[in-house]
């Protein structure tokens, strides 16, 4: 009984090594892309392509919207922000409003951008909350959103549902796995 436990353990071991790794890029980590069809229409906007960048440095998430026109990334909006760790800030530094470009709704140059996270599951879940001060026509609002960030398809679709304070019906983004060129 003892000899055949020794010989298990190599064959065990090998293939817990061998799923490590074919599991190691199935994290939402890494570069994706937009996929309008499966979109909510309202999230896009004519000849501008939204790619998300996400990035882990040492617990800390970064998420980029790369707004990219004609293969040039011509509007950027980023977050950095430690999950389950309080609230980050960050200081709006342009009135664009990746939010909604084509509404009219601006973000309010020099206010503070709420942001706080956390893990629903490691790696593969997670939910962002921020709170932000925007310029609308009627005045200044003060607008909260949360996003859920999801992997589906085997970790080859990202999954972003998006709920606003302003607005009563959710924006389900879907990404697609992207390799950068």
Do not use: C
């Not at 998300?52 to 922000?81: C, P």
């Not at 009219?104 to 893990?119: D, F, M, P």
């Amino acid at each position: 009984m003892h000899f055949r436990a020794i010989f298990y353990l190599p064959v065990v071991l090998l293939i817990v090594f061998a799923l490590s790794f074919t599991n190691a890029d199935n994290t939402i980590y890494g570069h994706w892309k937009l996929v309008r069809e499966k979109s909510t229409d309202l999230v896009t906007w004519r000849y501008r392509q939204l790619e998300l960048e996400i990035r882990n440095h040492q617990g800390a998430v970064t998420i980029l919207q790369n707004w990219v026109r004609r293969k040039k990334i011509g509007y950027v909006d980023s977050m950095t922000f430690t999950p389950g760790k309080g609230a980050s800030y960050t200081v709006q530094q342009t009135p664009t409003w990746s939010g909604n470009w084509y509404m009219g709704i601006l973000s309010q140059v020099g206010s503070r951008k709420k942001i706080y996270g956390e893990w629903k599951e490691q790696h593969r879940v997670l939910q962002v909350e921020t709170e932000e001060v925007l310029q609308t026509s009627q005045g200044e609002a003060v607008v909260k959103t949360v996003r859920e960030y999801s992997l589906e398809n085997n970790g080859e679709t990202l999954i972003v549902h998006e709920k606003r304070s302003t607005r009563p019906t959710p924006i389900v983004l879907v990404f697609e796995k992207h390799l950068k060129e």
